[in-house]
């Protein structure tokens, strides 16, 4: 079985781009799990439902999110939406498991792909240098007692690549692979732990290159010279997208393979 992660779709360059190479990128490699990263989509912070369903529309089972999830104020009431309906596209949004309770949404989603293999995704968020949120170590262990998929995929979403690689160490042998995003930045670390869980620090970002993690460089370097605020505008040129590949077995969720991924705009 193989399974396509796509990292952090930034703004409309990240969209298009995903739009024009991702079918072609499925059929090629024969993919049976689409999964992304949306939380950046709309404008490079946020997402919004009419976006969502854009991406469900090109085939992608399940978006992750992170820490720009609450950006959009609607996709409150969008995620809410779902109601715990397996079958609502709302519900195949994620929001990070480990926010505290009440929040909207789900942090994680069960389901089957088109072939009646059972799978499911957890979206975690990493606290070191970010939003002290609960554990994400100890969310992971409590789900995985409630989820029967055998395939599983993590998205953490965090800053310190300490915690993402040592939260790879920590689910090895229990999860199908642990992936890291947030960073926008690829990392050239990639492997299968001898549990069969692959692991990659980071992604990387589907979107715009020729700027600072997404963001114009002009607006970026004017607030590390002056220290003053702007707002921030996704830049446009050297567009990429930035995905893994993974090989599992589909019975045992054991994961045999990763590759790393980068696909320029056509």
């Given at each position: 079985?193989?399974?396509?992660?796509?990292g952090?779709?930034?703004?409309?360059?990240?969209?298009?781009?995903?739009?024009e190479?991702?079918?072609e990128?499925?059929?090629?490699?024969?993919?049976?799990l689409?999964?992304?990263n949306g939380?950046?989509a709309a404008?490079?912070?946020g997402?919004?439902p009419?976006?969502?369903?854009?991406?469900?529309?090109?085939?992608?089972?399940?978006?992750?999110?992170?820490n720009h999830?609450?950006?959009k104020?609607?996709?409150?009431?969008y995620?809410?939406?779902a109601?715990?309906n397996?079958?609502?596209?709302?519900?195949?949004?994620?929001?990070?498991a480990n926010?505290?309770?009440?929040s909207?949404g789900?942090?994680?989603y069960?389901g089957?792909?088109?072939?009646g293999?059972?799978?499911?995704?957890?979206n975690?968020?990493?606290?070191?240098?970010?939003?002290?949120?609960?554990?994400p170590f100890?969310v992971a262990d409590?789900l995985?007692?409630?989820?029967?998929?055998?395939v599983?995929l993590?998205?953490?979403?965090a800053?310190?690549?300490?915690?993402?690689?040592?939260l790879?160490?920590?689910?090895e042998?229990?999860?199908t692979?642990?992936?890291g995003t947030?960073?926008?930045?690829?990392?050239?670390?990639?492997?299968?732990?001898?549990?069969?869980?692959a692991v990659?620090?980071?992604?990387?970002?589907?979107?715009p290159?020729e700027?600072?993690?997404?963001v114009?460089k002009?607006?970026?370097l004017q607030?590390?010279?002056?220290n003053m605020?702007?707002r921030?505008?996704?830049?446009?040129n050297?567009?990429?997208?930035?995905?893994?590949l993974?090989?599992c077995d589909a019975?045992?969720?054991?994961?045999t393979?990763?590759q790393?991924i980068m696909l320029?705009?056509?």
């Open positions: 079985m193989r399974i396509l992660f796509v952090d779709i930034f703004g409309r360059p990240g969209r298009t781009i995903v739009h190479r991702l079918p990128l499925r059929k090629q490699h024969k993919v049976e689409t999964i992304a939380e950046n404008g490079g912070f997402i919004t009419q976006i969502a369903e854009e991406l469900f529309e090109l085939g992608i089972d399940v978006i992750t999110t992170g999830i609450w950006d104020r609607e996709i409150m009431e995620m809410n939406s109601n715990g397996e079958a609502s596209l709302a519900r195949r949004l994620l929001r990070p926010y505290p309770k009440g909207p789900f942090g994680w069960q089957r792909t088109r072939s293999v059972e799978y499911a995704v957890i975690l968020q990493g606290r070191v240098f970010m939003t002290n949120n609960d554990d100890r409590d995985l007692k409630k989820i029967t998929a055998k599983i993590v998205d953490i979403h800053e310190a690549t300490s915690e993402k690689i040592a790879g160490w920590h689910l042998g229990r999860v692979a642990v992936l947030h960073t926008h930045v690829p990392t050239a670390d990639e492997n299968v732990l001898r549990g069969g869980t990659q620090t980071d992604v990387g970002m589907t979107g290159y700027g600072v993690i997404g114009q002009e607006l970026i607030r590390f010279l002056t605020p702007s921030f505008e996704p830049a446009t050297d567009v990429r997208l930035c995905a893994s993974i090989d019975e045992t969720g054991r994961a393979a990763i790393r320029h705009q056509s």
